[in-house]
């Protein structure tokens, strides 16, 4: 009878044990949702956010978070593969980004491209050797303390931040040519190294215009005398300013009686402003 109660008893444990042993077989991970990727040309590239057009004409677009991972430049026109998670909706988070073709970059004078390209403009600062800077040039729509919008000629407007790191010339206008120094890709929010004054506004004649923000003004008008702390300015209303030019004004050589100067001054048009800039206007 002990016999066939401990039979019984072992049968019974061994049955409990397979059945836990089965329980736990049956749990299994959630398997790994599988990538698909887009192919096409970068037409959009901000901070959290980026589109791409496919050779069929259909546009992408996609999220950007910290888990994306970016491989090469965010420069428009470069050929990109965005890779992401289950199906495509506009604004899904991108895995991955990554060059697969550069777009041909413009000549060392003209537009954008790379410092180390032979015969590139350079910022007044250059980085140190193992840091590769970008640059971009266009004119300027907008300009506040803190960012611009740069127009670029293929007719993409950038938006361009300023910290406190950031040189910016003097005479940094709307309608001016600005050329933008940054580090990493071209795409909007980049954060300025340096800002360079290319030229002015294209006018005829003389003309007043201010910042965004009503900081800097310029005025343009021919020189009708000129000494080393002042200069007189006929403008084409007919009346003649003194501008006054101290320690930390800005001007080209080759300033003379007769020449069509554009002054950049700080606060309201009035005789005897000091000039921030003076520049000879071809």
Not at 123 to 148: C, F, H, R
Not at 198 to 219: K, Q
Request: charged share 15%; hydrophobic share 35%; net charge negative.
């Amino acid at each position: 009878m002990k016999k066939v109660i401990t039979i019984t008893l072992v049968l019974g444990l061994i049955l409990a044990l397979t059945a836990c042993g089965g329980n736990a077989s049956n749990t299994t991970e959630d398997p790994v949702e599988a990538l698909s990727t887009k192919t096409g040309v970068l037409i959009e590239a901000s901070m959290h956010v980026v589109s791409i057009q496919a050779p069929d004409g259909s546009t992408y677009t996609f999220g950007v978070d910290d888990n994306t991972t970016i491989e090469g430049s965010e420069v428009l026109g470069n050929t990109m593969s965005v890779s992401y998670k289950g199906d495509y909706y506009s604004g899904v988070i991108a895995v991955s980004i990554s060059t697969i073709t550069e777009a041909p970059q413009t000549s060392a004078s003209g537009g954008k491209g790379s410092t180390d390209a032979p015969d590139a403009p350079q910022p007044s600062n250059p980085p140190a050797a193992q840091e590769k800077l970008w640059y971009i040039t266009g004119t300027v729509q907008d300009v506040s303390m803190n960012q611009l919008q740069l127009l670029y000629e293929d007719g993409n407007t950038y938006t361009v931040l300023k910290d406190d790191n950031t040189k910016t010339d003097s005479g940094i206008v709307v309608g001016c040519v600005a050329r933008v120094f940054h580090k990493g890709t071209i795409k909007n929010g980049m954060v300025a190294t340096e800002i360079q004054f290319i030229s002015g506004p294209t006018e005829s004649g003389g003309g007043t215009s201010s910042t965004a923000d009503g900081g800097v003004m310029y005025l343009t008008g021919t020189v009708t005398d000129v000494s080393m702390n002042s200069l007189q300015l006929l403008y084409e209303d007919g009346k003649t300013y003194t501008i006054i030019k101290d320690d930390n004004t800005k001007t080209d050589e080759g300033i003379v009686v007769g020449s069509t100067v554009r002054v950049y001054h700080v606060g309201v048009l009035a005789d005897q402003m000091i000039a921030t800039e003076i520049r000879l206007v071809s």
